[in-house]
Antibody, heavy 119, light 112 residues
Framework: EVQLVESGGVVVQPGGSLRLSCAASGFTFDDYTMHWVRQAPGKGLEWVSLISWDGGSTYYADSVKGRFTISRDNSKNSLYLQMNSLRTEDTALYYC????????????WGQGTLVTVSS | QSALTQPASVSGSPGQSITISCTGTSSDVGGYNYVSWYQQHPGKAPKLMIYEVSNRPSGVPDRFSGSKSGNTASLTISGLQAEDEADYYCSSYTSSSTPNWVFGGGTKLTVL
């Protein structure tokens, strides 16, 4: 059974930093592209970032480019999102999701971890 | 990146059919067959329902179908059931800036 478990979401002040983690199991992690997708409270889904199976390619939404960094550790079956210079508009539930390739759909999603940026 | 355009809400009675539209541009929906649809029940994670415009993952009922014409993709649910009541999001690969993905704003389906 595929499992994606996000962690690391907390309340943080504007301008602060945070690192999210996603622990994967039930599939061959290093065969998959991984994504972060977020959902602000009561709002729709917003794609944030993706990383290729080997970490060699990364892409970001314009809204987070230069502030967020996606990475992965295939030896630990883990995905990460380093979030710097946080803004109130970054407040959201952050999901990790897997995909068979860069242009493939998001097959499975975790349950999300909540990041709240507030003073 | 701009979100794809979906109706905010649709409704139908059990047994009826409904269609949700998803309008983009030639840089996303119209340019690629990488359109997918996700179902999200309240408090739950999204679930993949349709990929590559019209393909269903294993386990998704054949009541769900997808299509595309030009810059608009559509999700049709036939034989509506109470458990279909949920939010539905379309998504498309896009080349509008750096390669990435874009979502629609979501459609709330109410089964009357």
């Amino acid at each position: 059974e595929v499992q994606l478990v996000e962690s690391g979401g907390v309340v943080v002040q504007p301008g602060g930093s945070l690192r999210l983690s996603c622990a994967a199991s039930g599939f061959t992690f290093d065969d998959y592209t991984m994504h972060w997708v977020r959902q602000a409270p009561g709002k729709g889904l917003e794609w944030v970032s993706l990383i290729s199976w080997d970490g060699g390619s990364t892409y970001y939404a314009d809204s987070v480019k230069g502030r967020f960094t996606i990475s992965r550790d295939n030896s630990k079956n883990s995905l990460y999102l380093q979030m710097n210079s946080l803004r109130t508009e970054d407040t959201a539930l952050y999901y990790c999701a897997n995909a068979r390739g860069v242009v493939e759909p998001f097959d499975y999603w975790g349950q999300g971890t909540l990041v709240t940026v507030s003073s | 990146q701009s979100a794809l355009t979906q109706p905010a809400s649709v409704s139908g009675s059990p047994g009826q059919s409904i269609t949700i539209s998803c309008t983009g541009t030639s840089s996303d929906v119209g340019g690629y067959n990488y359109v997918s649809w996700y179902q999200q029940h309240p408090g739950k994670a999204p679930k993949l329902m349709i990929y590559e415009v019209s393909n269903r993952p294993s386990g998704v009922p054949d009541r769900f179908s997808g299509s595309k014409s030009g810059n608009t993709a559509s999700l049709t649910i036939s034989g509506l059931q109470a458990e279909d009541e949920a939010d539905y999001y379309c998504s498309s690969y896009t080349s509008s800036s750096t390669p990435n993905w874009v979502f629609g704003g979501g459609t709330k389906l109410t089964v009357l």
